[in-house]
């Protein structure tokens, strides 16, 4: 394999009923960052069905070309349909790098197009840069998040990884950025197509999504309990933020897991993330660090969290919380 041959920075662009996930967005902000040190082209892969209408969003993200494969096949996201595609534009263009969300989607898909193609997948990757020798050095936690690896996949071609929402940023959007869209048709081996869709049914609507949350008032272990979180409730209702948790609390049974923070829950990137009777666990760490604004509440003046925060206040939160809540409902007026 020559891997002269490999060049430019994929993205797969993921869309879900034809609307492009953010996840996408971020990381072609990422790519962009690789491909101009590379000094090579940011290349989408949009697959879907009369999808190719929004190969201009990608390209205002920071694609400088889109590969759009549209099919009736290619609708709803299936392994076989999807793989078939994707595997076909790689073996094509010949990429060196293909980026891909590491979603319920992105995490189907990555893993086989790496068994097909004989290459490397680094999933969950939390930083992404280019050596000095112009390989991908793909940083991820390991051994339960107590050190980080970087891992590199210098002998085959392309390199691939998976990154969580919400890690990487959108670059801002160029409007009237002008690319290219090049239409790829797929060609399908039906036999291998052994799984059909037979019904879409709709994620309850009631779901929070904490990574969506401007703010975020976040428990620990030593909130306590349901009635320590019913007080970070009650702040929560006056900031207009959500209600979101480490996994002490998730484990305890307290909180549900959609609400985690951290390697094994959410990654979030709120503007203010509350972090109330939380140590500051790497794991922790992991999935809220680069919020904009921390404020840490904590008996223990030691405990890590401090490391990160913006604001630390040393104290007992059963105190603290309920007149930070009664102070702001007088200052904030709804
Ligand atoms: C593979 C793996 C994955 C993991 N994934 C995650 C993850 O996704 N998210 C996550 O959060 N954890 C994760 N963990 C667990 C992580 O290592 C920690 O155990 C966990 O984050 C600790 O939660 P905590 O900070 O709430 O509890 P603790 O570490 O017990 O901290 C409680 C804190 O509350 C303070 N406190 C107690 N009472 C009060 C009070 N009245 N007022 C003020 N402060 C008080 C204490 O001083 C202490 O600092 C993972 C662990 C492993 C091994």
């Known amino acids: 394999m020559d891997k ?5 920075v994929y993205v797969f662009a993921e869309q879900r009923e034809g609307v492009i996930q953010s996840v ?26 009369q999808i190719c209408g929004q190969a201009q969003t990608l390209i205002e993200y920071g694609a400088d070309e889109v590969i759009c494969a549209d099919a009736p096949e290619l609708k709803d996201y299936l392994t076989e349909q999807y793989s078939q595609a994707v595997y076909q534009i790689i073996t094509k263009y010949q990429p060196s790098i293909v980026l891909f969300g590491a979603t319920t989607i992105g995490r189907d898909l990555a893993p086989r197009l790496s068994a097909r193609l004989a290459t490397g997948l680094t999933a969950d990757c939390t930083r992404l840069e280019i050596s000095e020798e112009g390989e991908l050095m793909m ?26 929402p919400g890690v990487m940023q959108k670059a801002d959007r160029e409007i009237g950025r002008k690319g290219n869209v090049i239409a790829f048709k797929p060609t399908f081996d039906t036999t291998k197509f052994k799984v059909r869709l037979v019904e879409n049914v709709k994620e309850d609507k009631g779901k929070v999504d904490i990574t969506a949350a401007k703010i975020l008032v976040s428990g620990g272990r030593g909130v306590g309990c ?10 929560a209702d006056v900031l207009n933020a959500q209600v ?29 993330y509350f972090a109330l009777g939380i140590s500051g666990a ?22 890590p969290i401090f490391n990160v925060a913006d604001l630390g206040i040393v104290g007992d939160l059963n105190k603290i919380v309920p007149l930070l809540t009664e102070r702001l409902s007088k200052m904030i007026v709804k």
């Not at 940083?139 to 969580?164: D, H, W």
């Not at 809220?288 to 405990?303: H, Q």
């Open 139 to 164: 940083t991820r936690p390991a051994f339960g998040g107590n050190l980080m690896a970087t891992i590199m996949c210098t002998e085959n071609r392309p390199q691939m990884s998976t990154v969580r």
């Open 4 to 8: 002269l041959n490999y060049k430019n």
């Open 226 to 235: 349901q009635e320590g979180f019913d007080k970070l409730q009650a702040l």
């Open 282 to 303: 790497i794991q922790h760490l992991a999935g809220m660090e680069e919020s904009e604004f921390i404020i840490a509440i904590n008996k223990d003046k030691y405990a």
């Open 24 to 49: 996408a967005l971020e990381l072609l902000g990422k790519a962009k960052d690789l491909a101009t040190t590379l000094n090579e082209k940011v290349i989408a892969i949009l697959v879907g069905s």
């Open 244 to 272: 979101s948790s480490s996994r002490a609390m998730v484990d305890a049974g307290v909180i549900a897991h959609e609400r985690q923070v951290g390697q094994t829950g959410k990654t979030v990137r709120p503007d203010i």
